[in-house]
Every structure is written in structure tokens, then in C-alpha cells.
């Protein structure tokens, strides 16, 4: 989650509970939320590059982290509508985390993901994106695992748990080890294990940190 203004970013594993975090925190303040625009990677003028990916990631990954790129920067820059907003994943994310494993694991070409580093480079010394707090929602890949089973999402049923391992070590590489790549602001870790009421009481002991995340 990016919070801004205090603006937060939401990060975190798929299926670590970040749309449920934010949905609790949109009913419970006021705080603007933005889910992430997976509705529009399902369905971009019919086609579906999400599902695409998923089945021939070599093929259309840069299809879909091209339009992710797009749609994310579009969330970035839409006007703010209250005192505080929290954002689920960002541009950073999907370039980090996304774009890096599909490039390290040999499913990008060079060529693809050379072109996407320059739009991202562009984009990122060009254009000012607001960001006072990244919230990192911890979890195990196995949690998200299950998560994701019950979540039930046709186009991730595909998903090994090798999938979200790869994709776990590198947010811990960037957030919590910080060896990989530039943050772009404080990190606050939320272990995102726990069941529902625990959660609920975890994001009550770190609300006044995010809403406060102007100042942390
Ligand atoms: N703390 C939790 N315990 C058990 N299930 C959870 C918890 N948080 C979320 N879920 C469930 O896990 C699935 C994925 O959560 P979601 O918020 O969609 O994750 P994300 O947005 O990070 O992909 C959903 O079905 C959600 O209801
Ligand atoms: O840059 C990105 C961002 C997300 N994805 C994939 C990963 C998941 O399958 C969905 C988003 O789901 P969440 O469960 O809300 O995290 O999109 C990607 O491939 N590239």
C-alpha cells in the first residue's frame, strides 16, 4: 500500500490480503482507496492479457506489463479526493517485482525488457509520483497459496508455489533487506499471516501510522 498526502502503497505477495486491507480501511476512515486495475488487465477492449501471460509469459509479458505500467501511472497521477489515499501495488512494483522475474527467469527477451526499462526510466525522472509510506503486508508464500485457492481467480490457477516464492524473495530483497532497488519511501511491515480478526487488530494498532504518513 503507498499512502499519500499522507499517500500510502499497499505492497505485498498476490492474494496477501491487500484489497481486504484496503476495503477495511476505505469503510473505516477517511481515506480514498485505489484497488489495483486488474478488472482492466482481464479486459482490455475484449482481449485478456493477464490470462495471455499466465499461459505464454514469454510471449505476452511485456503485453501486460505494458498496460500495467499505463494503468498504474494513471492511478498515480488521478486527482486526490481526501485528506489521505492509500494505493494497492504501484509503478514500482510492477517493475521491481513483476517485470525483474520475468526477466530473471529467462521468459522476457532482453529486446522486451530493455524497452519497458526506458519507458520506466522516462516515466520515473520525468514525472512526479506522490509517495510518503509503502505498508508492506508480510506473508509466507504458502499463505498466499491458500489464499489464492479460495480467491479462485481463473486466469491464477496456474500459479506453483515456486511462483510466489520467486516473487516473495524479491520483495523481501527490495523492502526488507533493501539490496535490490531504490525505495521510494519508509517501509512499514505488517505481518499478514495472521487470521481475519487478528489482521483487524493489527491494522487498527498501525492506523495512525499510515494516516500520519506525511510525518513518519
Ligand atoms: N487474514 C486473512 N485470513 C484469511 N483469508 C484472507 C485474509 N485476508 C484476505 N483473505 C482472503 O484471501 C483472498 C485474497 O485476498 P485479497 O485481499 O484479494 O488479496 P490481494 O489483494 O493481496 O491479492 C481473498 O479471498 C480474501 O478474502
Ligand atoms: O505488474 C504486475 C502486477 C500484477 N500482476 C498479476 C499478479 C496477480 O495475478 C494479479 C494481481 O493480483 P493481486 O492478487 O491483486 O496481487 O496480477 C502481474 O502479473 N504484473
Known sequence: IMAIGGFSLQKGNIASGKTTCLEYFSKTSNIE?????????????????????????ARWGITLQTYVQLT????????????????????????YIFVENLYRSGKMPEVDFAVLSEWFEWITQNITIPVDLIVYLQTSP???????????????????LEYLEVVHQLYEDWLIKKTSF???????????????????????????KIIAARNV
Do not use: F
Open 33 to 57: 482507496v485505489l484497488t489495483e486495475p486488474v478488472s482492466k488487465w482481464r479486459n482490455v477492449r475484449g482481449h485478456n492479457p493477464l490470462g495471455l501471460m499466465y499461459q505464454d509469459p
Open 72 to 95: 498504474m501511472l494513471d492511478r498515480h497521477l488521478s486527482t486526490i479526493s481526501a485528506p489521505v489515499r492509500m494505493m494497492e501495488r504501484s509503478i514500482y512494483s510492477a517493475k
Open 142 to 160: 504458502q499463505t498466499c497459496l491458500e489464499r489464492l485457492k479460495v480467491r479462485c481467480r481463473e486466469e491464477e490457477k496456474v500459479i506453483p
Open 182 to 208: 531504490h525505495i521510494p519511501a519508509p517501509v512499514l511491515v505488517i505481518s499478514a499471516d495472521d487470521d481475519m480478526q487478528k489482521m483487524l487488530h493489527q491494522y487498527e494498532e498501525n492506523r495512525e
